[in-house]
């Protein structure tokens, strides 16, 4: 018996326990805002974040000494944005973003990746990943999640998600970093989200990119070859551990995702207004490292784009 609990533990079924834990408690706070609640959060957090590092050190710690080629292609850089079945399909808040960053984009040619052109951008996802999204193990998210990765690893310039509303051109100097995502200390100051979510080192999946294709390189290795060994990802977030975990452990990869500069502070302002007159009576400045606010397709105003457009203006 004591073996098999032992066992239990080095399995995902520990992270995924601790991971609903730490939901449950982080809810329970924010509906009775007591103290016992946060701090059972915040516990179960740090055992989800130990479990699933010590997962990927297990499996994959060999790909640390890994030599991989840290260059692109010559070639111009671009913004990518992914809707697997096609624009036609999008949803009307993702066509809303898309509008906005074709309009925003400057001189860099924005690129639609979908499952019938990957082949244009030099992807081939193997077999088991068709048969594992039609028997419902993986969903079109992970397989959204997998393809941005990919595509960085073989092509220079910025992925950014179709829940993005660029509201100004993004700053050219980002495009020659050798890594880009977010670099903000105001996405935690939620008490909820403090206790909920991870702070991750390296910034938010939803706006990846660089001039270095190493970290995306090594990353797609394990995605790959845990979806290959176990036919789907052990939850949703594994990513994002994955990105940490070679941040934490590689020097050099951990250098370049140290020179990025502040951008974004305020680009999850309404992460937690989701009622469109929260939208409205939103009180606080944009900061003006800020070109790009988060959305969500679950929000009420994903209905009401002129509510999100009319906050932004005032607010600038």
Not at 84 to 105: A, H, P, R, V
Not at 179 to 193: D, L, Q, T
Not at 244 to 262: A, G, V
Request: aromatic letters at 14%.
């Amino acid at each position: 018996m004591k073996n098999i609990f032992k066992y239990l533990l080095r399995t995902p079924f520990s992270i995924n326990l601790s991971r609903n834990l730490k939901h449950y408690y982080a809810l329970k706070y924010k509906q009775t805002n007591k103290l016992k609640y946060f701090l059972l959060a915040s516990k179960y957090k740090g055992k989800q974040l130990n479990q699933t590092m010590k997962l990927i050190d297990r499996n994959y710690s060999h790909l640390l000494n890994l030599k991989v080629d840290d260059n692109y292609i010559n070639e111009t850089s671009k913004i990518y944005v992914i809707w697997l079945q096609g624009e036609d399909k999008m949803t009307s808040l993702s066509k809303f973003c898309y509008q906005s960053i074709l309009k925003n984009s400057g001189d860099k040619e924005v690129k639609l990746v979908t499952l019938d052109n990957l082949k244009e951008f030099n992807i081939s996802l193997p077999d088991f990943i068709f048969k594992n999204l039609k028997n419902g193990k993986l969903s079109y998210t992970n397989v959204a999640d997998l393809i941005r990765i990919m595509l960085l690893a073989r092509h220079k310039g910025i992925y950014m998600d179709l829940t993005i509303y660029l509201f100004k051109q993004i700053d050219e100097s980002l495009f020659d970093l050798p890594y880009v995502s977010i670099n903000s200390n105001r996405i935690f100051k939620n008490p909820y989200n403090l206790a909920n979510f991870d702070t991750m080192n390296f910034g938010q999946v939803y706006f990846l990119g660089g001039t270095s294709p190493r970290l995306y390189k090594l990353v797609e290795i394990v995605m790959l070859d845990y979806i290959k060994k176990h036919h789907k990802l052990p939850f949703y977030e594994f990513l994002y551990y994955v990105i940490e975990y070679f941040y934490l452990n590689d020097e050099n990869i951990r250098n370049k995702i140290n020179q990025l500069p502040t951008n974004n502070s305020d680009c999850e302002i309404l992460s937690n207004y989701l009622d469109e007159n929260d939208v409205i009576n939103y009180s606080s400045k944009i900061n003006d490292d800020t070109f790009f606010i988060k959305l969500s397709n679950k929000a009420s105003y994903s209905n009401d784009f002129n509510k999100i457009i009319e906050m932004i203006d005032n607010k600038l």
